[in-house]
């Protein structure tokens, strides 16, 4: 008696079948984080962007913290790290500038760099070249993890700031900045008042280039302060 043949579903994929990737998944990952921030993700939310059962998701991530471990891995893998010069202000500086450039794509994305403990080679390059090159500057491994933790927190604490700087840290715009910098002026503390011009005007471009700066200004001066007691 012959086997009968294997029944052939025929129609159209279920929907979101063709987008059901782990690239896929973290770009609908970004997409909710965008919208609707850190908060608003969720293995329901990322199955709704993509169409599919919830369910499905599970073979790609390991519920929630899986999807921003994703997200995260992606934002390390992506970065286009530049080539070590040897020279230790410039390296760092210039894999400082890779980050941003990354982070502004997805700047609502960047924080999560600071809150998922990765163990993939895409998480972890970024840390092995900032680390490759502090040690290479004489820091012992103990020193470089706290040096790189520190840069790394003023960046995107710098970057956190640039996104969202409109009404707290003052604006761009000229009819913005003359009504921001009265409020100030009028807010009774002298301090203030008198920094008012400053406070009411925002470019992003010079906080970064001040913070970073000063964060790497003051690396430097304590690799070499470091080095000069040894």
């Given at each position: 008696m012959a086997t009968p043949s294997p029944t052939v579903r025929r129609g159209r994929p279920p929907k979101g079948a063709?987008?059901?990737?782990?690239?896929?998944?973290?770009?609908?990952?970004?997409?909710?984080?965008?919208?609707?921030?850190?908060?608003?993700v969720g293995i329901r939310a990322v199955a709704r962007v993509l169409g599919?059962?919830?369910k499905s998701l599970y073979n790609h991530v390991d519920g929630k913290d899986g999807l921003l471990?994703?997200?995260?891995?992606?934002?390390?893998g992506s970065i286009a790290l530049p080539p070590v010069t040897g020279d230790l202000r410039g390296d760092l500086r210039a894999i400082a500038d890779a980050f941003r450039d990354?982070?502004?794509?997805?700047?609502?994305?960047?924080?999560?760099?600071?809150?998922?403990?990765?163990?993939s080679l895409e998480g972890l390059a970024p840390?092995?070249?900032v680390l490759e090159v502090l040690?290479?500057?004489?820091?012992?491994?103990?020193?470089?993890?706290?040096?790189m933790r520190t840069l790394l927190a003023t960046l995107i604490g710098t970057?956190?700031?640039?996104?969202?700087?409109?009404?707290?840290?003052g604006t761009s715009d000229t009819a913005g900045i003359a009504d921001r910098r009265?409020?100030?002026?009028?807010?009774?503390?002298p301090a203030v008042a008198e920094a008012a011009p400053h406070l009411a005007r925002f470019d992003s471009q010079a906080e970064y280039e001040y913070a970073m700066n000063f964060a790497l200004d003051s690396a430097v001066t304590r690799i070499r302060m470091g080095l000069a007691r040894s």
């Open positions: 063709a987008q059901l990737t782990r690239t896929g998944i973290v770009e609908a990952t970004l997409e909710i984080i965008g919208a609707d921030g850190v908060g608003g599919v059962d919830p471990d994703a997200v995260a891995e992606h934002f390390l990354r982070a502004l794509l997805h700047p609502e994305a960047a924080a999560l760099v600071l809150t998922r403990q990765l163990a840390i092995q070249r040690r290479a500057a004489g820091c012992d491994p103990q020193e470089a993890v706290h040096l970057l956190l700031r640039e996104v969202n700087a409109g009404p707290t840290y009265a409020t100030l002026e009028r807010s009774g503390l």
